[in-house]
């Protein structure tokens, strides 16, 4: 037999050993991931989904996990609960009214208090809600309080910029909190503001120094909450950027913006300076804030500011969506751009509808993600099924969060229907129990309906040309 011959024998016969070795290696790093996945007790199809996902991603599946698996932030929430008991000066409303059970479920998720707002205006797509905005910056006289998940260095976030600029060189005091993942402002595109004594920091900056410390790649703010001298607030789902002015482009989102007056904007100030003191560090920030936000006398409307984040176990706003549908005796309506919900949600969703409600659900034709589109659409069968009304909103990209029920409930804010946001952003909502805003509310969701025709059901498709592609991407929505 020749050398070559002989090596390459000698090799091929080692070769089962290397092919045991791999095989057992690969049983280990499926049980010590499975276990660790299967301790997060997370909902079924999220355990199969990352298990799935990564058996087929042997030692590389591993290094996936610990940088966009699901993990909770204790040193945060310890933070947050000292500073929520230093600003309980807000005095706490009467729990009356038709919600007050699911009010109170607030204050229990959330810790914060019940609260009123004086004035609530709805603010439908940016023309509305920038103009209203850089006209309240330019009256602030103390200070203006921002945070936002994008802040695009555009032709709007170059406006909004200039106008803190001019506050801040007047001496009014300007903080900017931006995600460090979705906002493309740079530090350099703030100079101006910077020069000017205004502030910036960062949220989640990407931390890979120390390869045992998870990195915070999946744990943002997707909050966007503007206060201005403690006396006005923002709120809702519109960030800084183009997209989201019909001004600028045809293809803008729609979208659904607040401006709050009242009391609740304190709690709206407790939410900015929790976030600031973490992001920077300054626990004295919070007593700065409790001094410099003035009083504000009750309001008509009942209100009940509520957040959610990894650093809670509880998944307030989730809560507040599943117990508003189970407390519903005549409708349910909700928009939302991205549907992507858990068996609880489903669960209330079919449940109301089955009971005889008016179960409506507005999303968008086709998202910014084909994935989420898909996966949004896996659900519809068992949705039209039990009787729930899908229309698709198909002249813009519906990007409003809301969910009305009956004649005094309404829900607006910045969480999609989704997992991302129910258990892994940093989210603010807002639960209004006032016939007023319920109203309000009702007649901008019917506007939208004129440009969503409704879902039909139709025959039964095939798996391989429809039914898969919305199999996987359920599967998959999990790890999005």
């Not at 390869?211 to 709120?235: A, E, F, M, Q, S």
């Not at 809560?319 to 991205?338: E, F, L, S």
């Not at 009304?389 to 999609?416: C, F, M, P, Q």
């Amino acid at each position: 037999m020749s050398t070559s011959l002989q090596r390459a024998w000698e090799s091929f016969a080692t070769m089962p050993h290397f092919l045991t070795l791999l095989a057992v290696g690969w049983a280990l790093y499926l049980l010590v991931l499975g276990m660790w996945i299967v301790l997060q007790k997370r909902e079924p199809v999220a355990t199969l989904s990352w298990l799935l996902g990564l058996a087929l991603l042997p030692y590389v599946g591993f290094l996936i996990y610990h940088v966009f698996g699901p993990q909770k932030i204790r040193r945060n929430r310890l933070r947050r609960s000292h500073s929520r008991a230093s600003m309980r000066s807000a005095q706490i409303e009467s729990e009356q009214g038709e919600a007050a059970e699911l009010v109170r479920l607030g204050q229990a998720t959330t810790g914060l208090p019940a609260t009123s707002s004086a004035q609530v205006e709805l603010l439908v797509d940016g023309a509305a809600k920038y103009t209203a905005l850089l006209a309240d910056i330019a009256r602030a006289e103390h200070h203006v309080h921002l945070e936002y998940y994008i802040y695009e260095p555009d032709t709007t976030g170059a406006a909004l910029r200039d106008a803190l600029v001019e506050r801040a060189r007047a001496g009014v005091r300007v903080r900017v909190l931006l995600d460090f993942v979705g906002s493309k402002a740079s530090r350099k595109f703030f100079a101006p503001l910077i020069e000017a004594g205004g502030e910036l920091a960062w949220f989640h900056p990407m931390r890979f120094g120390r390869i045992w410390r998870r990195p915070w790649t999946n744990l943002r703010t997707h909050r966007k909450i503007v206060v201005i001298d403690g006396r006005i607030g923002y709120t809702g789902g519109m960030n800084i950027t183009d997209e989201q002015d019909e001004r600028l482009r045809s293809d803008a989102y729609r979208d659904l913006h607040m401006r709050l007056v009242g009391k609740s904007v304190r709690v709206l100030q407790l939410v900015f300076a929790e976030d600031w003191a973490y992001a920077t560090g300054r626990r004295d920030f919070l007593a700065e804030v409790e001094r410099q936000t003035p009083a504000a006398d009750a309001g008509p409307i009942r209100t009940q500011v509520l957040t959610s984040g990894p650093d809670s176990n509880w998944e307030a706003i989730h809560r507040a969506h599943v117990g508003a549908i189970h407390a519903a005796k005549q409708r349910v309506w909700m928009t939302t751009p991205y549907f992507v919900p858990g068996e609880a949600a489903m669960m209330a969703l079919t449940s109301a509808a089955l009971a005889g409600l008016d179960v409506r659900l507005l999303v968008p034709k086709t998202s910014d993600s084909k994935l989420v589109t898909l996966a949004a659409r896996s659900y519809f069968g068992q949705l039209l099924v039990a009787g729930v009304k899908i229309y698709e909103y198909r002249s813009r990209l519906l990007h409003s969060k809301t969910l009305l029920v009956d004649d005094h409930l309404a829900l607006i804010g910045s969480a999609n229907f989704d997992h991302r946001s129910f258990r892994l952003n940093f989210e603010v909502s807002v639960l209004f129990d006032d016939a007023g805003m319920a109203a309000a509310l009702a007649q901008y969701i019917e506007r939208e309906f004129a440009n969503a025709p409704r879902v039909q059901r139709g025959r039964r498709r095939p798996l391989l040309t429809a039914r898969l592609p919305e199999a996987l991407a359920r599967l998959c929505s999990p790890l999005l």
